[in-house]
């Protein structure tokens, strides 16, 4: 698996550290209601296709990175910075 | 004032086999030039003094002794001067946390291809470019500085870990030369 860093180019998955899913990067303000916070703690879908998840190039710019991949076909269809997205 | 004696990692060790060369490098001061959000202007002036600018990614320049690294996201070494005063970025003093080795010959990427995830051939990694990546475990900065020369950057903790890797690397290669098929 590879994956292509929008700074370093195409880099093998060692590289890569996954983290999570892109849920972690919309955290509900801190008055806002338990259940929302309960969801973004503990609620995650478990898709069969288009899923979008974070992974840290640890061995390479130490980067954030949003990646949009299949989990079926495996096909990476999408890698942003997380410093540089638009929110 | 007592006078101290500045030492290298290594004590700039070498090492020639098979017509590969490894070398301890002296690569004199290092400024980590990390760019404030909106900063790259005032820094770009500052940098102006040395005749450099900051380089894109993945890519270094060299001006007259002074040498500029992209490694980071809005983030460069300045090697091998003292800094002048730049505004618009944070500098940071680096000198002796890395140390620098310089592998030459025309095995050279033959050697790192054994150890590094990445393809440094000259068609895919030409000279002017740099690579943060990892020589097996270890997290590294690789320079192309000439046709058959690179240059490793690892953190000075990682010094003689890295020169163990490169040597068994370098012997297992100079060895596989030296069979005829």
């Keep these: 698996m590879r994956l292509r860093c929008p700074l370093c180019g195409e880099r093998d998955r060692r590289e890569f550290y996954y983290y999570g899913a892109e849920d972690y990067l919309h955290r509900p303000a801190a008055d806002a209601a338990l259940a929302e916070w309960d969801a973004y703690l503990h609620l995650r879908d478990n898709p069969a296709g288009v899923t979008r998840d974070l992974w840290y190039h640890e061995a390479g710019c130490s980067q954030w990175l949003l990646v949009t991949r299949n989990t079926v076909t495996h096909e990476i269809s999408g890698v942003e910075l997380v410093a540089e997205r638009k929110a | 004032m007592p006078e101290l004696i500045a030492k290298s ?78 505004e618009g970025a944070a500098l940071t003093d680096q000198s002796d946390g890395w140390a620098v080795l310089g592998i030459s010959g025309a095995a050279a990427v033959d050697v790192l291809a054994r150890l590094v995830p990445v393809d440094l051939r000259s068609s895919a990694f030409p000279a002017g470019r740099v690579a943060r990546t990892q020589v097996n475990h270890m997290n590294a900065v690789i320079l192309r500085t000439g046709d058959h020369e690179l240059e490793i ?29």
């Design chain 2, 9 to 86: 990692a290594l004590d700039g060790r070498r090492l020639t086999l098979g017509g590969l060369t490894l070398v301890e490098l002296d690569p004199g001061p290092i400024t980590s030039v990390a760019l404030y959000p909106g900063g790259a202007k005032l820094a770009a002036k500052g940098l102006k003094t040395l005749g450099l600018t900051f380089p894109p990614p993945n890519t270094f320049t060299e001006k007259k002794g002074a040498r500029i690294v992209w490694t980071g996201r809005e983030q460069a070494f300045l090697m091998g001067v003292a800094p002048p005063a730049i």
């Design chain 2, 153 to 181: 950057m690892v953190f000075r903790s990682m010094a003689r870990t890295a020169w163990h890797e490169l040597e068994g690397t370098i012997s297992m290669v100079a060895a596989r030369q030296a069979v005829k098929i």
